[in-house]
């Protein structure tokens, strides 16, 4: 399937008469019929019922025309932006980041990107495996997170390791307390992110599994904030780091943990051996300072 028959697609769609379709295409109706016959072929649905007074959409046909219609939409979106910045000759730089680093510094950094008159900033919220297949393509070119991946390709700096915190619903037995993580595994517990591992969700249960104790795993989510949702619904408990305690939510309460040296690590991942460019050393200077205030207590 090319690009030119979800073009040829939409226009007989919106016709719905390929003698019409074809002259807006500037093509003869022969070839535009056998190139609409074709798609409907690898699709293996019929796209258009035919009969004598014209053509209509199939229940499949509509379908496929709102995604269709999404598709275009996007590419026409994508090359209008790629326009822009070449004319602009501003430079793309690309970072990626999973949820729980976004409620500390990181925002700090992105807003002092964005204020470079030629930089276009483009985020995305990865895991960190999804961050160092990103960084291996191209699309982003720094990452934020939590996991540590062994890849000759990418390099993975730890910034810092903050404390993890337990999430509890409020009025919870254990909301005034600074729990150990053996009270906690007597409560049935939330995990995030579901999908893909690994993740923070291994950390998690390895923290437990290291310490001889067994969870009960009540709900697997994919998004923190469903996570959260899910401690605020007493369903369970969760371990986020103490970033996340700045999310404030009705039904949750966030309590420091008893066991020493129960941390979570934020990583910046970069391709490896790459001469970094001037938007990277700026990004680099940048993220020195905010790690630097963070070791040194000058940022909560």
């Known amino acids: 399937m090319e690009l030119r028959h979800l073009r040829y697609f939409c226009v007989v769609a919106e016709e719905l008469n390929l003698t019409r379709a074809a002259t807006r295409l500037h093509m003869a109706q022969p ?6 016959k074709q798609l409907e072929g690898e699709i293996g649905a019929e796209l258009f019922e035919r009969s004598a007074r014209g053509l209509r959409l199939t229940p499949a046909g509509q379908l496929f025309h ?3 219609l999404q598709i275009m939409e996007k590419l026409d979106t994508t090359i209008a932006a790629t326009q822009r910045l070449a004319r602009s000759k501003r430079v793309m730089f690309g970072i990626g980041f999973v ?4 409620y500390g510094q990181l925002p700090l950094l992105v807003r002092e990107l964005r204020q470079k ?8 919220e990865l895991t960190t495996v999804q ?6 393509s191209g699309r982003i070119d720094m990452g934020f997170g939590r996991m540590r991946i062994d890849d000759p390709d990418v390099e993975q700096e730890n910034l810092f390791d903050e404390p993890l915190m337990a999430a509890l619903p409020e009025g919870h037995p254990l909301a005034d307390t600074v729990p150990t993580l053996a009270q906690l595994a007597e409560y049935p517990l939330v995990l995030f992110p579901a999908q893909p591992r690994p993740s923070l969700a291994d950390m998690t249960l390895g923290l437990f599994r290291r310490r001889g104790l067994k969870v009960t795993v009540a709900q697997e989510a994919n998004e923190l904030q469903t996570a959260l949702g899910l401690v605020a619904s007493e369903i ?10 700045r999310v404030r939510r009705d039904g949750i309460v966030y309590v420091y943990l008893a066991d020493p040296g129960l941390t979570s690590p934020v990583i910046c991942s970069r391709r490896k051996g790459e ?8 990004a680099n200077a940048i993220l020195e300072v905010l790690v630097e205030n963070r070791r040194s207590g000058r940022y909560p």
């Open 31 to 36: 070839p535009l019929s056998r190139q609409i």
């Open 66 to 68: 709102e995604h269709t």
């Open 99 to 102: 949820p729980s680093v976004f």
């Open 117 to 124: 008159d030629n930089v276009e900033l483009v985020l995305a």
């Open 131 to 136: 961050q160092v297949q990103a960084l291996k």
């Open 236 to 245: 369970g408990i969760t371990l986020v780091p103490e970033q996340v305690k």
């Open 275 to 282: 001469a970094p460019s001037p938007i990277m050393q700026e």
